[in-house]
């Protein structure tokens, strides 16, 4: 299971094996709704971009666990 949440240095996913944490990953961005899809071992997370950056409506970041 994963959890994304606020944490005090920014957004995080916890990553749980039934009921016991297993992994935190700092987050580059908040997630979109809808915006993370796990696969295997791999999570994709879809992030709003970033006003200065106007190329692109959306920046899909990559991590393995």
């Keep these: ?5 606020d944490a005090n ?3 995080v996913a ?3 094996r039934d009921t016991v944490m297993v992994q935190q990953l ?9 915006g993370a899809h796990v696969s295997g ?6 992030c709003a971009d970033s006003p200065d950056r106007s ?3 959306v920046v899909l ?5």
């Design 14 to 16: 916890d990553i749980f």
């Design 9 to 11: 240095n920014g957004p």
């Design 1 to 5: 299971m994963w959890r994304f949440r």
């Design 55 to 57: 190329d692109r409506d």
């Design 41 to 46: 071992r791999w999570l994709i997370l879809a």
């Design 26 to 34: 700092a987050l580059p961005c908040s997630p979109l709704p809808r």
């Design 61 to 65: 970041y990559r991590f393995r666990f």
